[in-house]
């Protein structure tokens, strides 16, 4: 009975552990090449991602608003540490960066006034910029042929605030080729602290301490 208790409780925090297994939105980029390619976001996994297909993107153009669902889902699967790249196209993003985008999709499209929301098992999980009602032109979120890049150890928020951003200013890449956008884009740089040891163990901690509670009576 016991051991069955003590069972239930660590299952139900290795499941625990698992939901927070996570998915950062991590960069978005309006390239300076043909078309304004490569437009592309970046994400980044805190945890091991078996199934990236819980997760997916909606582009919210202009001054539109969010629907709230899923435009496209993501494939496949992630380890701690990795990061998924969406681009609208691959010649171009694969140009600057020097590899293919794990996907493709206009889904991202979008150039540089628009907003983006990233959604686990259909809720919101993430966003950019989130202006809903309003386009970006002239305002903080605006990286019309430029790029913003999270700051480390930040995300994800279904709130946008800036402060957790690195934003440029519109048209820092103009001009660039390929090697120069790939210079001047941070992308494959962030970082987010482990998850937390100490928790886990003070919660084994409790556990043993439940159990030896329980003997004594
Ligand atoms: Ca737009
Ligand atoms: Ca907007
Ligand atoms: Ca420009």
Do not use: Q
Not at 86 to 109: K, Q, R
């Amino acid at each position: 009975m016991i051991k069955k208790l003590g069972f239930a409780v660590l299952a139900a925090f290795v499941m625990a552990g698992t939901a927070s297994a996570d998915l950062i939105l991590t960069g978005i980029l309006d390239g300076p090449l043909t078309n304004g390619t490569p437009k592309a976001i970046e994400l980044y996994a805190t945890a091991d991602i078996p199934d990236l297909s819980i997760y997916g993107v909606e582009l919210v153009s202009n001054a539109g608003s969010s629907a709230g669902v899923v435009e496209t889902a993501f494939s496949g699967s992630l380890l701690a540490g990795d990061y998924y790249y969406v681009a609208s196209e691959a010649p171009n993003f694969t140009s600057v960066f020097g590899f293919a985008p794990d996907l493709i999709t206009g889904d991202v499209g979008h150039n540089g006034d628009d907003d983006l929301y990233i959604y686990e098992n259909g809720v919101l999980h993430d966003v950019w910029s989130g202006s809903d009602g309003v386009d970006n032109t002239g305002t903080t979120t605006d990286i019309l042929d430029s790029w913003a890049y999270r700051v480390d150890n930040t995300g994800p928020s279904t709130t946008f605030d800036a402060s957790e951003w690195t934003i440029t200013e519109p048209n820092s890449l103009d001009g660039l080729d390929a090697a120069g956008t790939n210079a001047a884009v941070p992308f494959g740089t962030f970082t987010a602290a482990a998850i937390p040891e100490p928790s886990s163990i003070a919660l084994l901690g409790l556990i043993g301490l439940a159990g030896a509670t329980r003997r004594r009576k």
